[in-house]
């Protein structure tokens, strides 16, 4: 069973698809750490999750949850490109209250400013928990994913909305700890860095990243919610864990960091990132081996 962040017709649950075996049934939850919470119970082998949105940034519920409780593993991940179909009932009644979740909201501000300008704005846990809303009478309009129609038997108001075309949300598929997907040269590894607030702490965390060459794809704080202005820096680069140069990283950052949490090593999902270059590391590994044993100088 693979769980998701739903209900039905979410985003999360086209990525969920992409990653499902033909055999593995789909488990909706309606938060993200409920999702994540019926792995770590081991009733579902794994969980689908968004992760980073290209116009809003991380998705604050998911960096939270995987940074709180016991750890899971991202073994792959999945980039869907994000366009919207605002929902309605049938009929000829007026757009009152629109909903939708944040992240949707804050991608098509300027289209609701301009078509729906008094309309209220609802936030809901999710794009498909809006249009179960709307179809439900709460509300009078969704934002939703363009599959939701299907789910939900609602009116296209309109379609392929999008402040920012070319959108696209980052969606993780995490395990229980176990055995890494193998390196494949085109990787990405996330970590979330709990530091001491001291001088220097994050230019110190960043020094060994760019000392090896590892490029940085995402660096977010979050509240650590202990103290005010503690907080946990959550951390994405090119690379596996199993490269000598990313592990070398790793080390570097081990030693700055009060916690530092591995969240995986696993395949890009788009093209590009940095090329592993992991030569001289290895050579200059071979080289310490030596002198260790006598052999060189
Ligand atoms: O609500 C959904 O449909 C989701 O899958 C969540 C989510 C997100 O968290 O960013 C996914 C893609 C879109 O960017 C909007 C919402």
Known sequence: MLAYFGPSGTFTEQAARGFATPQQELVPFDTVPAALAATRRGETEAACVPVENSVEGAVPATMDALTEGEPLVAVAEAVLPVRFSVLKRP???PVRTVASHPHALGQVRRWLAEHLPDAEVVATTSTAAAARAVLHGQFDAAVSAPVAVRHYPLEVLAADVADVRDAKTRFLLLREPGPLPEPTGRDRTSVVCTVADRPGVLADLLSELALRAVNLTRIESRPT?????????????????????????????????????????????????????????????????????????
């Open 225 to 297: 919610k202990d103290r005010l202005g503690e907080y946990r820096f959550s951390i994405d680069m090119d690379g596996h864990v199993a490269e000598p140069r990313v592990g070398d990283a790793l080390a570097g950052l081990h030693r700055h960091c009060q916690h530092l949490r591995f969240l995986g090593s696993y395949p890009r999902a788009e093209p590009g990132g940095t090329p592993a270059g992991n030569d001289e590391f290895v050579s200059a590994a071979a080289w310490v081996a030596a002198v260790r044993e006598g052999r060189g100088a």
């Open 91 to 93: 009929g000829d009644e």
